[in-house]
């Protein structure tokens, strides 16, 4: 019982931090998006004026950014909103300047980096619960048995186990 209640709250734990990053990736997604589509203007075939233009947009995004963090006459609440409308028309105003196929090449790398971070993070959250289960039955096997040879072979097969699948996690969380 005490098992699964650990388990459990484990589980809660990791759904919290999980939904936290969530909302960081989505606040880093934009400025990171923008700065390697100018990093890679070769691969989106960017010419020398759209990365002039996406370098003005991104500056007056900034500074209107920082104007909406540092108005005091406005709530927290208000204060996501009018940056979320913000980074919306910026959006926008990025599509306006790329071409269909630019635009759609530029979405596609945005899924595939979303799509691997999400990978990566359920990968990190089984190696989480590989450590837990391994460790909950070092604890059962411990207490449970009687025989110290027996005790000391079933640890090093349990070890043995547990090293190979955290191998194998952490290669697959390697290859995205």
């Known amino acids: 019982m005490r098992r699964l209640l650990l388990i459990g709250g484990i589980l809660f734990t990791l759904n919290v931090n999980a939904q936290q990053e969530n909302t960081k990736d989505k606040a880093e997604l934009g400025g990171r998006g923008i700065s390697e589509l100018l990093e890679k203007k070769d691969y989106y075939?960017?010419?020398?004026?759209?990365?002039?233009?996406?370098?003005?947009?991104?500056?007056?995004?900034?500074?209107?950014?920082?104007?909406?963090?540092?108005?005091?006459?406005?709530?927290?609440?208000?204060?996501?909103?009018?940056?979320?409308?913000?980074?919306?028309?910026?959006?926008?105003?990025?599509?306006?300047?790329?071409?269909?196929?630019?635009?759609?090449?530029?979405?596609?790398?945005?899924?595939?980096?979303?799509?691997?971070?999400?990978?990566?993070?359920?990968?990190?959250?089984?190696?989480?619960?590989?450590?837990?289960?391994?460790?909950?039955?070092?604890?059962?096997l411990e207490k449970n048995s009687k025989d110290k040879e027996t005790l000391k072979s079933k640890k090093e097969e349990l070890n043995a186990k547990y090293k190979s699948e955290k191998e194998d996690l952490e290669k697959q969380k390697s290859l995205l």
């Open 45 to 140: 075939g960017l010419s020398e004026e759209q990365v002039e233009k996406i370098k003005q947009t991104k500056e007056r995004l900034a500074k209107e950014f920082r104007a909406i963090g540092q108005d005091n006459s406005l709530s927290g609440k208000e204060k996501g909103l009018k940056k979320k409308t913000l980074a919306q028309n910026f959006k926008n105003d990025i599509n306006k300047i790329l071409s269909q196929e630019q635009q759609t090449l530029w979405m596609s790398e945005q899924m595939n980096r979303k799509i691997n971070k999400s990978a990566q993070k359920g990968i990190d959250y089984k190696l989480e619960l590989l450590e837990l289960e391994h460790e909950s039955n070092l604890k059962y």
